[in-house]
């Protein structure tokens, strides 16, 4: 829900700083979302997950899968922000970031759900994960 407000304050904030659909206002709004907003709810996210799983460390799964995650978000949301603030009438925004959102919160899941990578090798002799039983 705080998320939700932050965006909707977010988004009229940029709308009202920078009317227009010029390439330049599009480019300004879309570095603001992009690097300013993303971050912060990338480590809302996981830190938010990370408290209400019990986690010890609440910021080491935010440490190991922000990067990764940022630039899936620049993959998606990039395109996604240009044809809505390029072509989406201000009155349906709400729905048509409705439907991307659900979409990149699977995305989210997926990419939540994803082992994080061992900091510690294991011996080749403790190592049986590759060995054929006989």
Request: proline share 5%.
């Amino acid at each position: 829900m705080s998320t939700t407000c932050n965006m909707h304050i977010m988004y009229k904030w940029l709308d009202r700083t920078f009317p227009g659909t010029t390439k330049t206002i599009i480019v300004r709004k879309l570095v603001l979302d992009q690097f300013i907003l993303t971050p912060y709810l990338l480590t809302i996210f996981y830190a938010g997950m990370s408290i209400m799983e019990g986690c010890d460390d609440i910021l080491l799964e935010l440490r190991e899968k922000f990067l990764p995650t940022f630039v899936r978000s620049c993959i998606f949301w990039l395109p996604a922000q240009v044809l809505n603030f390029s072509l989406v009438a201000p009155r349906f925004r709400v729905i048509y970031m409705g439907v991307c959102g659900l979409i990149w919160v699977n995305i989210l899941c997926w990419i939540k759900r994803q082992s994080l990578p061992t900091t510690t090798k294991a011996t080749p002799a403790e190592d049986t994960t590759n060995k054929v039983q006989t």
